[in-house]
């Protein structure tokens, strides 16, 4: 199986199964593909290149809290890349998905990982994760992330909610209609000075286009700091309106590595609740 989507064809295949699905179809289509072993739709094959990045410049805004690790979530994890990525780097992370086969997949994936780390890991040579260098611990649960059942698994005294919650392809995998659903959750699980860290793609599609991925150009800025449905067209995506959202953007940039699905489009926001 492939590691990477195939340019032409795979994302014609992925819109045509997802055709006609209303939202209580979403978590089913995708356990299709995975049980059909066609997550070659959306995996990558490595980490992302932009977080990786991130973490190892030691942001302002990411600060960890005294006398314990930081807590990140990646919702939609797929083979559980980013999650083994940030536990090498310290932290203690959940990964969640629909799919009973991928979170199988991704516990085994993680696990090779955490013994023998893959070079492309890590942006700096023999860079083990962060100052103390010690190795963060790792969870996936099966479940679906607007439901709060799961909440249990990862609630312990004195939980805020997440440090970090990290999203690249999990938006815009959703229906248009789930978007405001999507940063209200988001809103209630991170932590009061927790961050919202996302690598927005795809920002070179028409957001009339049909998907997933569904393209996702000025969304994040609606959704978030606007406090809008995140449904907008072309022809106001650069409106300007008054910012009513839960979040402040902290942090917006163009990371120097990417993915190449991003055709070099891609941008790296992190927001904080206000």
């Given at each position: 199986?492939?590691?990477t989507?195939?340019?032409?064809?795979?994302p014609t295949?992925l819109?045509s199964?997802f055709?006609?699905r209303?939202?209580s179809?979403?978590?089913?289509?995708w356990?299709?593909?995975w049980?059909t072993?066609?997550s070659?739709?959306w995996?990558?094959?490595?980490?992302?290149?932009?977080?990786i990045d991130w973490?190892?410049?030691?942001p302002?805004?990411?600060?960890?809290?005294p006398?314990r690790?930081?807590k990140a979530?990646?919702?939609?994890?797929?083979?559980?890349?980013?999650?083994?990525m940030?536990?090498?780097?310290g932290?203690?992370?959940y990964g969640l998905?629909v799919?009973r086969?991928?979170?199988?997949?991704?516990?085994?994936?993680?696990?090779?990982?955490?013994?023998?780390?893959?070079?492309y890991?890590f942006?700096?040579?023999?860079n083990?994760g962060?100052a103390d260098n010690?190795?963060g611990?790792?969870?996936?649960?099966?479940t679906d992330?607007?439901?709060?059942d799961?909440?249990?698994e990862?609630t312990?005294?004195?939980f805020?909610g997440?440090?970090l919650i990290?999203d690249?392809?999990f938006?815009?995998?959703?229906?248009?209609?789930m978007?405001?659903d999507w940063?209200?959750?988001m809103?209630?699980l991170?932590a009061?000075?927790?961050?919202l860290?996302?690598?927005e793609?795809?920002?070179?599609?028409?957001?009339?286009?049909?998907g997933?991925?569904?393209g996702?150009?000025?969304?994040?800025?609606?959704l978030?700091?606007?406090?809008?449905?995140?449904?907008?067209?072309?022809?106001?995506?650069n409106d300007t309106r008054?910012l009513?959202g839960?979040f402040?953007r902290v942090?917006y940039?163009?990371p120097p590595?990417?993915y190449?699905n991003?055709?070099?489009t891609?941008?790296f926001?992190?927001?904080?609740?206000?």
């Open positions: 199986m492939a590691d989507p195939q340019p032409e064809q795979a295949r819109i199964h055709l006609n209303d939202r179809n979403q978590s089913s289509g356990t299709e593909l049980d072993d066609q070659d739709f995996d990558r094959g490595k980490p992302s290149p932009a977080l973490i190892e410049s030691g302002e805004v990411l600060r960890s809290p006398n690790r930081l979530l990646v919702p939609g994890c797929g083979k559980g890349y980013d999650v083994a940030l536990a090498l780097h932290l203690d992370v998905d799919s086969k991928g979170i199988e997949t991704a516990r085994d994936f993680a696990a090779a990982e955490l013994k023998e780390p893959s070079p890991n942006a700096t040579e023999g083990g962060l010690t190795i611990s790792l969870k996936f649960i099966q992330f607007f439901q709060k799961w909440e249990k990862v312990v005294d004195g805020e997440f440090d990290y690249y392809t938006l815009c995998a959703l229906p248009p209609e978007r405001k940063a209200y959750r809103s209630e991170l009061p000075s927790g961050v860290a996302c690598l793609f795809p920002l070179y599609k028409d957001l009339g286009a049909p997933p991925p569904w996702l150009k000025g969304v994040h800025w609606n978030l700091a606007e406090g809008g449905d995140g449904m907008i067209g072309e022809e106001s995506a008054p009513e839960s402040d942090v940039f163009q590595r990417s190449e991003g055709k070099g891609d941008m926001s992190c927001w904080k609740l206000k």
